[in-house]
């Protein structure tokens, strides 16, 4: 007999005993499933080369493994070739900014942050802008942006959380053409961006419980628009041979703060449990404790990719809000009660996560190119100067990351959003979240890197 022919006589058996294993599980008891004494081919997880290093995987102890902090680069002991010549038309150094908190508050310019740009366009220094914030297409933020501050951006030099997605489409690993589900503060927009980025089957919670409402038995989510499912649902009891021609999700995208949690987190959590993606059923891996992780997120489940682990944002109210890194807290919780503490695996870009600063330092060189040239005169990147407003974030991230170019990532933390000297739960600047240098706001942070360049009196 075949792995095929047995998967195919065993997995109908296996999904009607673990269904009943679920049922005990979720009325709190440990369970440990059985495989039902068969040999069952389990699928590989579709993975992405440019995520497989991406940190939050648990380890052998099921923590998250952490990069060890590499610290922030001392302020105060500069390189010896310093930016060179103030006004030099080829600088060797550039800016990295995040928005909410450092340009804008509450969708209003901070003083100085157009100023400081403008100075920057001016006289050629590279910068990009570096957001944890999505849900829109890029073109439309730079758009509002632009508006806002009054100085013409492009989405050459802009980053948002899920903009790295784009990486996942092609190539042999890429999910252009398979089917992905997707969520967001507006699952139907985060199709839009999806689709723009070239997946070409894309599917929204909505489509899910439109086409079987009884998968999320409460009151109706905010209603969404839909479409119809490509496929039909399978259920537990559906032969193995006939999924094929049942719906099948091949990875999961979370683009920005879900507002439907409670749907969500059913249906992320179905996938996450079901025989390879294949929505309504149950792996009979589950809970086996002779498997790696007790078998867990072992059976070709869909990976998970969140684009933004900020647990707190700065928002209009007095104090911080909760962000995207709330809801992966909240997935991770019910995934441990589900699993008897197993830890969920998870692919999580936006900062502070190295993929992301990689990605940005890509994104840098490149426009970094079209405004200088490659000509004579134009030396290597030698700083980058990441300011930002969230100590666990942005700072965390700069000081975290290792440049495959040698630049030096100097974290500069700003007082106008998320941290405050003295703010009640402001986050202590130790380890990985203390930064290179504290000044007041952004135009303060461009003053400080100008003169630490040798740039002092320009600005
Ligand atoms: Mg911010």
């Known amino acids: 007999m075949t792995p095929t022919t047995r ?85 060797p150094f550039a800016f990295v900014f995040d928005i909410d908190g450092v340009l804008l508050h509450v969708s209003k310019p901070i003083p100085g942050a157009a100023e400081s740009l403008q100075f920057l366009k001016d006289h050629n220094i590279p910068f990009i802008l570096l957001t944890n914030g ?109 999924l094929p021609s049942h719906l099948k999700i091949d990875a999961i995208f979370v683009f920005d703060d879900p507002r439907d949690w409670a749907l969500d987190t059913q249906l992320i959590m179905d996938l996450l449990q079901s025989h390879a993606g294949h929505l309504g059923t149950y792996s009979p891996l589950n809970a086996d404790p002779s498997l790696p992780n007790f078998g867990w997120q072992n059976d070709g489940q869909p990976p998970l990719y969140l684009s933004n682990s900020d647990l707190v944002w700065s928002a209009a109210y007095p104090l911080p809000r909760f962000g995207q890194g709330a809801f992966h807290a909240a997935l991770a919780g019910v995934w441990r009660r589900l699993t ?38 134009v030396g290597r990147l030698e700083s980058v100067y990441m300011v930002g407003d969230n100590p666990a974030s942005d700072v965390a991230g700069a000081n975290r990351y290792v440049s495959g170019e ?28 203390r930064p290179a240098r504290v000044v007041g706001d952004v135009k303060a942070a461009v003053r400080a890197a100008l003169e630490r360049e040798g740039w002092g009196g320009m600005f």
């Open 134 to 242: 999505g849900g829109k297409p890029e073109a439309d933020r730079v758009r509002d942006l632009t508006e806002k501050l009054g100085v013409t951006l492009t989405t050459d030099n802009f980053v948002q959380s899920h903009t790295p997605f784009r990486q996942l489409v092609d190539g042999p690993d890429g999910f252009q053409d398979k089917t992905i589900l997707v969520t967001g503060s507006d699952p139907e927009r985060c199709r839009g961006i999806a689709l723009d980025y070239g997946f070409k089957t894309v599917l929204t919670p909505a489509d899910i419980y439109t086409a079987d409402p009884t998968i999320f038995p409460f009151a109706p989510p905010t209603p969404q628009p839909n479409r119809p499912l490509p496929l039909p649902l399978a259920t537990p009891s559906t032969p193995a041979s006939s």
């Open 7 to 91: 998967l195919a006589a065993s997995v109908s058996t296996c999904f009607r005993a673990n269904t009943l294993a679920r049922d005990k599980m979720l009325r709190g008891a440990v369970c440990f499933g059985r495989r039902a004494g068969v040999s069952f081919v389990g699928g590989r997880m579709p993975v992405a080369r440019f995520y497989q290093s991406v940190t939050e995987y648990p380890t052998k102890s099921g923590n998250p493994q952490r990069v060890p902090a590499k610290g922030p680069v001392q302020w105060e002991n500069p390189r010896k070739q310093k930016g060179g010549t103030p006004g030099d038309p080829a600088p």
């Open 340 to 377: 008897g503490g197993r830890a969920l695996r998870r692919r999580v870009l936006g900062k502070p996560h190295t993929e992301t600063y990689a990605f940005a330092e890509r994104v840098l060189a490149d426009h970094r190119r079209d405004l200088l040239g490659e000509g004579e005169g």
């Open 406 to 433: 040698g630049t030096e990532w100097v974290s500069v933390l700003v007082e106008t959003g998320v941290w405050r000297e003295g703010r009640v739960g402001a986050a202590e600047l130790t380890g990985e979240k």
